[in-house]
């Protein structure tokens, strides 16, 4: 079974620039997931769907960023403009709707400078 | 005070050395709990649910105690492979609503 796939791994952009991250579940997963994980901290969710549909974005910054999952299977997620504060690796995970484990991706490594 | 809140370490134990890490979560309502383990720069993964009978899976134990809000986790005869980030994982509730704790770092030196 292949895992979730994100691309690209590694990101440098200037502040005040857009950057766009891109994630595919692994297939038949119903849930995806977008974390933010600083250096040092355990992953935050920003923003989580349930097939198209959003769950939950709570703590998805959403004056900068936004995400969509338009046909319920691939999602990007999107920072415009980014800040130095955003440097982080961002992952993605997915898991069957219900369940109680989620798997991730490798994550993309964004350096905003 | 955070949600989930763990001691950060390091821990530096010796091959063979039992460690335990505890974790505290604030949330009566969390249902489910978890260990991840995240190596170096990579994506975490599942180490073991926790369930409130406690949990064994070779040579890690999980332990959760509801009415005083902590998990824990036991590892016996640390291996050299065994050096990671362990996070708690709560859960808020049905599914994968989750609030993961900020790891604890562990170092298993020969």
């Known amino acids: 079974e292949a895992g979730v796939a994100q691309s690209p791994r590694y990101k440098i952009i200037e502040k005040r620039q857009s950057v766009a991250f891109w994630c595919n579940p692994i297939?038949?997963?119903?849930?995806l997931y977008w974390y933010q994980q600083i250096l040092g901290q355990g992953p935050k969710l920003l923003i989580q769907?349930?097939?198209?549909?959003?769950?939950?974005d709570s703590q998805l910054p959403k004056d900068r960023f936004s995400a969509e999952r338009l046909k319920g299977v691939d999602s990007t997620l999107k920072i415009q403009p980014a800040k130095l504060e955003d440097s982080a690796v961002y992952l993605c995970?997915?898991?069957?709707?219900?369940?109680?484990?989620?798997?991730f991706g490798q994550g993309t490594r964004l350096t905003v400078v | 005070r955070k949600e989930v809140e763990q001691d950060p370490g390091p821990f530096n134990v010796p091959e063979g050395a039992t460690v335990a890490f505890n974790c505290t979560y604030s949330?009566?309502?969390?249902?489910?709990f978890f260990w991840y383990r995240q190596d170096c720069r990579k994506e975490p993964k599942l180490l073991m649910s926790?369930?409130?009978s406690g949990n064994e899976d070779g040579r890690f134990t999980a332990q959760l105690n509801r009415a005083s809000q902590y998990i824990s986790l036991l590892i016996r005869d640390s291996k050299l492979s065994d050096s990671a980030t362990y996070l708690c994982?709560?859960?808020?509730?049905?599914?994968?609503?989750?609030?993961f704790g900020a790891g604890t770092r562990l170092f298993v030196k020969a």
């Open positions: 949330n009566s309502a969390s249902q489910s």
């Open positions: 926790v369930y409130s």
């Open positions: 297939s038949g997963h119903a849930t």
């Open positions: 769907f349930q097939n198209n549909g959003v769950v939950d």
């Open positions: 995970a997915s898991s069957r709707q219900g369940a109680n484990e989620a798997f």
């Open positions: 994982v709560v859960n808020r509730a049905e599914g994968f609503k989750t609030i």
